[in-house]
Structures are given as structure tokens and as C-alpha cells.
């Protein structure tokens, strides 16, 4: 069942601050701990933090559970809440430079499916790039919307972000610091597969920068 809007936001949202040491991780990872049962035993600084969500109410002393307005979406909320601590645990400051911090926190969140946060992480910088680079990141932007549609049924609209990104990435060729060249021939087939009916297209291994090839 798909997250209602405000709340598929509030956790992206949270899911990007919480890439920095922080309360905004500190909450994620409670309300991942949270999830795994319906009634949950929390620390008082935890309840604190997840009640200050919004989604949560007292259950007894020491305990939590969701809202009754919010307990139909618990196992999406906890799945992708779970896949979202798993993208922050899995990334690690590589000692990057410029560009390619962002590029690398995107490729994780994409490789753990969480496509639409790569869409807000990128979108704001986006805005400020200059060209090519701001072609470049469009493009990127474009696929990840595009798997982010076909995760939720919608393949024609899938089909249809990924050629307009398939393009922006080829026309801005090396502006990124990542293999372009290698992800486009990947993306390829990705989108030769959506023109079928019912054609799987898997999203590829989404790059990540440092890993170039000659």
C-alpha cells in the first residue's frame, strides 16, 4: 500500500538529513526499531522522537504504537523506513571531493530502492548547476523518477522518464564523475524492456563515483 504523501515526504526528508551524525538519525534508526512489532518497548529519548513524528501515540509505559489513521500503512512505513537505515549504515564518507559525495549518498539510496529520495536529494542542486552538469543531474533525476513510477505500477511513465533522462544523460556525456557510458548501457535495455508489455526491467547497479572506467 502506498505511503500517503505527507508521510513518504516527512521520511525522505528524514532519510537525507539523517546521512550526518544527528537527531534527525537517531530517529530514523528508533522509528525503524519501532516497526518491528506493533507495540514497541522504547527508550524514553526514542518515544520522545517518535512521537514528535506525528505518527505515534503512548501505548503504555515505555511503549509505542502507530496511530490508528497510520496502522494500515505500517509494513510499507516499516519497509521502507527499514531500507532507508539500511542506505545510511551502508554509506560512508570515502573522502570524496566536490560533486561526488552527493553522487555517492544518491547511488546508495538508489541501490537500497529509494528512488524518490534520490529525486529530492539532487533536485535542489539541480536548480543551481550550470551546464553541462545541470543536463547531467536532469538526466539522472529523470531515471530515478523513472524507477520510482515503475516501483509503484506505473510503466508508461516509466517509459517515458527514463528515455528523457537515457537522453539528457548522453547529451551531457562526462559532466558527472561517474560511468556514464557503462550506466547508459545498461539503461538501455531497462527501456528496450518497458516498450513490451509486460517486459521486467530491473533497475542496473547505479554508480557510483570513484569507480569510473578508462
Known amino acids: 500500500m502506498p505511503l500517503p504523501l505527507p508521510v513518504r515526504n516527512r521520511l525522505a526528508e528524514l532519510a537525507l538529513e539523517a546521512f550526518e ?6 530517529t530514523l534508526l528508533a522509528l525503524e526499531r519501532a516497526l518491528r512489532a506493533d507495540v514497541s518497548e522504547v527508550g524514553t529519548e526514542d518515544a520522545g522522537r517518535l512521537l514528535a513524528l506525528g505518527w505515534f501515540e503512548p501505548a503504555a509505559p515505555g511503549r509505542v504504537r502507530l496511530l490508528g489513521a497510520y496502522r494500515a500503512h505500517g509494513p ?23 560533486m561526488e559525495p552527493l553522487l555517492d549518498r ?16 539532487l533536485e535542489p542542486v539541480w536548480f543551481r548547476a550550470a551546464e553541462p552538469v545541470r543536463t547531467a543531474l536532469q538526466g539522472v533525476i529523470q531515471v530515478a523518477v523513472a524507477f520510482h513510477h515503475l516501483e509503484n505500477g506505473n510503466r508508461e511513465g516509466a517509459r517515458s522518464l527514463l528515455t528523457l ?13 561517474i560511468d556514464t557510458r557503462a550506466w547508459l548501457a545498461e539503461l538501455r535495455p531497462a527501456l528496450a524492456a518497458l516498450a513490451t508489455a509486460d517486459g521486467a526491467a530491473p533497475a542496473p547497479r547505479w554508480p557510483r563515483p570513484g569507480t569510473r572506467r578508462p
Do not use: C, M, N, Y
Not at 551524525?21 to 537517531?26: F, T, V
Not at 544518491?106 to 536529494?121: D, S
Not at 533522462?165 to 564523475?177: D, F, R, S, W, Y
Open 21 to 26: 551524525p544527528g537527531q534527525a538519525r537517531a
Open 76 to 98: 510499507s512505513l516499516a519497509a521502507r523506513a527499514a531500507r532507508a537505515a539500511s542506505a545510511v549504515r551502508d554509506w560512508g564518507d570515502r573522502g570524496l571531493e566536490g
Open 106 to 121: 544518491a547511488a546508495i539510496l538508489a541501490r537500497h530502492g529509494l528512488f524518490f529520495e534520490v529525486h529530492e536529494l
Open 165 to 177: 533522462g537515457v537522453a539528457k544523460l548522453a547529451e551531457a556525456g562526462t559532466a558527472l564523475p
